[in-house]
């Protein structure tokens, strides 16, 4: 490979960066479902769910599979076909207007199954290249490169919001589909690793303890025998699932504790959009605090900060203001973890094997969101009340001191 190209190894940010903005396309699913409830295919509101609910099932399970690949083959094949999946599951999703009494069981295999298995090698192969090629800006270009993910609904959402109004739901999923295929397809084929004999620029000086530096590269075997991947591991089940508890809630917090309803409705559907912004900006910001603190010290920040929201904004948020503060502030935590957590892989474990090796940790931000968002409901219950809010929140906090305790005794992996 020539110097040329090396020096500009940024391209794989953007690509990165690029490929996450269509991937995020799925935290816009609530605007592709108002016309599923109508006629021809008046599906329930809870069965328009389940195919986002098999998506990210289907994402979460797949990307560890997807990371042993990259980690084989490299980045190009397995974005390749992450392009293909996602641009079918999207093409195929458009068979909905020649089947409507059948598009439930449609979207659940087509987007549900068959896209969000695209979704995941194409994210997977993404950030496995820039870890790659960033050794010395880990945090940061991580960071940036899953930004697009964050920032996608602001983007995508109006989007489908005109295709659907302009030429049916069913012509929006072959529409995105077409296009999908085409931009991933041109995307992922300029996704490499660096070669042999390539050398990162050095890492420049910062406060991240060199002990975390590892001169090793684990294999995924090898990391699963280290104390530091369950605990890293723990405490990013505890913090992402915190974050998509708050995420899950955000409009009936903003209804039964703000009491924005009815008229002010709208100022709800603006917290949605002040979270949304924070996650997208927390995931650039937190990534350049990684590589300025070090992971450890950033995870512990992170986790104070999150406790901090939940004990004394979120119980407070009768104000706007203070929910506003509250969830842009929460969101950026949130955001933070998807920068953070692979720059803690990269550090403590190698760059080599951070498919596979990120692959298998992200499994926690899947075990996560199901299983904090459960403890809420059960907390709040059938008739949510202020009280109950503020008892969700403190049990949430729980959970959030015990990631704090782990952080504490967090230490680098010894080699094995």
Request: net charge positive; proline share 6%; with cysteine.
């Amino acid at each position: 490979m020539s110097t040329e190209k090396v020096s500009n190894r940024w391209i794989f940010v953007i690509a990165g960066f690029l490929i996450n903005l269509v991937l995020g396309t799925i935290y816009t699913w609530s605007v592709f479902r108002p016309p599923l409830h109508e006629p021809p295919y008046n599906l329930t509101p809870a069965e328009s769910t389940i195919p986002y609910s098999i998506f990210l099932l289907v994402f979460a399970i797949t990307f560890a599979f997807a990371g042993r690949m990259v980690g084989i083959y490299g980045p190009r094949k397995p974005a390749l076909i992450g392009a293909i999946c996602l641009g079918l599951g999207y093409l195929l999703s458009s068979t909905i207007a020649l089947f409507p009494t059948l598009s439930f069981y449609i979207l659940s295999i087509t987007f549900g199954v068959i896209a969000g298995f695209g979704n995941a090698f194409a994210s997977n192969a993404s950030i496995a290249t820039v870890g790659r090629w960033f050794l010395d800006r880990r945090g940061l270009a991580l960071g940036l490169t899953v930004t697009g993910v964050g920032l996608s609904a602001l983007v995508t959402a109006p989007l489908v919001v005109f295709l659907r109004d302009t030429f049916n739901i069913a012509n929006t999923f072959l529409i995105l589909g077409i296009a999908y295929l085409m931009i991933l397809l041109m995307l992922g084929s300029l996704l490499r690793f660096p070669p042999h004999d390539w050398k990162a620029p050095n890492i420049p000086d910062s406060n991240v303890n060199k002990a975390w530096i590892s001169q090793v590269d684990f294999s995924t075997r090898q990391m699963v025998r280290t104390s530091t991947f369950y605990v890293a591991w723990f405490i990013f089940l505890i913090g992402a699932g915190a974050g998509l508890m708050v995420i899950g809630n955000v409009v009936q917090i903003a209804n039964d504790i703000t009491g924005l309803k009815g008229e002010l409705a709208w100022m709800a559907t603006l917290a949605v959009q002040i979270l949304a912004i924070g996650n997208a900006s927390g995931r650039s910001l937190m990534g350049w605090v990684c590589d300025k603190l070090g992971p450890k010290n950033t995870l512990i920040v992170m986790l104070l900060i999150q406790l901090t929201c939940l004990i004394a904004l979120f119980p407070n948020a009768k104000s706007p203001l203070v929910l506003y503060l509250a969830v842009l502030i929460f969101g950026i935590m949130f955001g933070a973890y998807f920068a953070v957590m692979p720059a803690f892989v990269s550090y403590s474990f190698g760059a080599k094997n951070l498919g596979p090796n990120y692959g298998l940790f992200f499994s926690a931000y899947g075990i996560g969101g199901l299983l904090l968002p459960i403890v809420m409901a059960s907390v709040i219950g059938k008739n949510p009340n202020y009280e109950s809010y503020v008892t969700g929140f403190y049990v949430t906090a729980g959970f959030i001191v015990t990631g704090l305790i782990l952080a504490l005794i967090l230490r680098p992996p010894k080699t094995v």
